[in-house]
């Protein structure tokens, strides 16, 4: 309908306002948590009064049609919120000094480290986190999971690999010593050698550290010290802070105690679909990633 001013509504319309949207969603929310019907709000003239019908289904509008955005949430040093940008496009780069979000500062953290790609996969939308073949790898943080030869996690101001009997060299070698001290490109975690047992080998920037022989079924590491893999300085670990458990077939699985800082597994890449999250670490930064 055309009008003569354009600043003007048509007659008869009323705009919905802030208030009124805000209302509404408020009762959903309290009909939620209640599971009974809201009562329409009394301060709005009546003219005005809000009803939600108490057996709606409704949600909230989202796209049907174009591609879901990522929400990258950057965490700021020792919390769990900060900067959070909306990837939009269909690939996202961060690095140390490449990409589209750079860390110049963290000397752990190679020149381009991860992407983040949207890809379609059987008709769905899904964004995968990938490893750009990085020194130093991609971290996510899991509750529980199978540990496999070779694999690596972080657990506090720890990282740790798993060694089984006869294992190879790890093709992804770091530097240790002199060469570390002068390497001109990403400083690399510890370096990699095979020993006969089954064993845990803690990872440190100047090489091998502390090897533990696995000849249990079951493991705790934290600071306590009857664990037996004890970090009794380590600040960001709770007494107990996670499991490490041998199967009936052999096999291992790390498993955090409902701890805050958790146990971060290394992956070369991670697929997530609409609706779905995680959290990763690259070097020292801190991410949390969640498909809207």
């Known amino acids: 309908m055309a009008v003569d001013d354009p600043n003007e509504l048509p007659a008869g319309t009323i705009l919905e306002t802030d208030e009124e949207l805000h209302k509404i969603r408020e009762q959903l929310i309290q009909q939620g948590k209640e599971k009974r019907p809201s009562q329409p709000s009394t301060t709005a003239s009546p003219s005005k009064q809000l009803s ?6 409704e949600q909230i509008f989202r796209p049907s049609i174009r591609a879901p955005a990522l929400h990258l949430t950057i965490y700021d040093d020792a919390e769990t ?11 996202f780069t961060i690095g140390r000094t490449e990409g589209d979000l750079k860390f110049p500062n963290d000397d752990l953290i190679s020149s381009r480290h991860v992407s983040l790609t949207r890809q379609a996969v ?9 490893d750009l073949q990085s020194r130093n790898g991609l971290f996510v943080r899991v509750s529980k ?15 740790y690999r798993l060694d089984s009997p006869g294992a190879a060299v790890s093709p992804t070698r ?4 002199e060469e570390y001290e002068r390497a001109p490109v990403t400083q690399a ?16 920037r100047s090489g091998i550290g502390s090897r533990y022989v696995l ?15 004890c970090r009794p300085n380590d600040l960001f670990l709770r007494g107990k802070h996670a499991s490490l458990t041998r199967s009936s077939k052999g096999t291992w699985v790390i498993q955090h105690n409902a701890t805050i800082n958790g146990v971060w597994l290394k992956m070369p890449q ?14 020292e930064q801190r991410f949390r990633v969640k498909v809207q």
Do not use: M, N
């Not at 939600?52 to 289904?57: A, L, Q, R």
């Not at 975690?189 to 440190?204: M, N």
């Not at 991670?270 to 070097?283: D, M, N």
């Open 52 to 57: 939600v019908d108490s057996s709606s289904d």
């Open 81 to 91: 919120t900060g900067e959070v940008i909306r990837v939009r496009d269909e690939r």
């Open 122 to 130: 059987k008709g769905k939308c899904t964004w995968v986190i990938t």
């Open 145 to 159: 999971a199978p540990v496999q030869h070779l694999a690596e996690f972080l657990i506090g101001s720890g990282r």
């Open 174 to 177: 770091g530097v240790s010593g």
């Open 189 to 204: 975690f510890g370096d990699v050698h095979s020993e006969e047992q089954e064993a845990l080998t803690e990872i440190l």
């Open 215 to 229: 000849d249990r079924d079951l493991y705790w590491i934290g600071r306590d010290r009857d664990c037996d893999i």
């Open 270 to 283: 991670i697929s997530l679909t609409s609706g779905k999250g995680c959290e990763f670490q690259i070097g």
